[in-house]
T-cell receptor, first 113, second 112 residues
Framework: GQQLNQSPQSMFIQEGEDVSMNCTSS?????WLWYKQDPGEGPVLLIA?????ELTSNGRLTAQFGITRKDSFLNISASIPSDVGIYFC?????????????FGKGTLLTVNP | DADVTQTPRNRITKTGKRIMLECSQT?????MYWYRQDPGLGLRLIYY???????NKGEISDGYSVSRQAQAKFSLSLESAIPNQTALYFC???????????FGPGTRLTVL
């Protein structure tokens, strides 16, 4: 099935640094979602975006729905050790298959204290 | 209490055995999903259900079956487990309005 191009695949950063990751697609999506997955656990929804150009924050996390509707970005400011995990983007199209989420392969984030 | 629960959390079984994974939710959502996650392959949809009487195959339904016993319960069965079904399995739920999906904690299944 179709995959989103998520980058980078992994990041190693120092505590306190800011982090940016993104997802791109050749297709247009009407919803973008960002999830975080801790080892051995299910993905947890961080931010949901429903309109092109939308910029939404959740604490130190900020995500944007790209104007072209083909991309989305997630930024984490002032990283802390508990930010460690895998971050997934997911996109949803409208129409008959609007249940279906297309997932990126994830960005593995490591934060060194 | 968790909104989406899965049982068991871990299971080791042998080739050829029948296995059932269960999912329950208290979110009141009408839609439920089953995914598997493999390293490097991300999340892949196995089956989904929009209500009790509506069951649909996803990308990789071969070797799996499901049952929607009630709005809050959706179970996944492996009729005759094989080693390449070793994976993490996740249940998810959503409300038809926004379709934002919420995931359970997962079941780690190992087929020997």
């Amino acid at each position: 099935g179709q995959q989103l191009n998520q980058s980078p695949q992994s990041m190693f950063i120092q505590e306190g640094e800011d982090v940016s990751m993104n997802c791109t697609s050749s297709s247009i999506f009407n919803t973008w979602l960002w999830y975080k997955q801790d080892p051995g656990e299910g993905p947890v929804l961080l931010i949901a975006l429903y309109k092109a150009g939308e910029l939404t924050s959740n604490g130190r996390l900020t995500a944007q729905f790209g104007i072209t509707r083909k991309d989305s970005f997630l930024n984490i400011s002032a990283s802390i050790p508990s930010d460690v995990g895998i971050y997934f983007c997911a996109g949803r199209k409208s129409g008959g298959s609007n249940y279906k989420l297309t997932f990126g392969k994830g960005t593995l984030l490591t934060v060194n204290p | 209490d968790a909104d989406v629960t899965q049982t068991p959390r871990n299971r080791i079984t042998k080739t050829g055995k029948r296995i059932m994974l269960e999912c329950s939710q208290t979110k009141g959502h009408d839609r439920m999903y089953w995914y598997r996650q493999d390293p490097g392959l991300g999340l892949r949809l196995i089956y989904y259900s929009f209500d009790v009487k509506d069951i649909n195959k996803g990308e990789i339904s071969d070797g799996y079956s499901v049952s929607r016993q009630a709005q809050a319960k959706f179970s996944l069965s492996l009729e005759s487990a094989i080693p390449n079904q070793t994976a993490l399995y996740f249940c998810a739920t959503s409300h038809g309005g926004t379709d934002t999906q919420y995931f359970g904690p997962g079941t780690r299944l190992t087929v020997l």
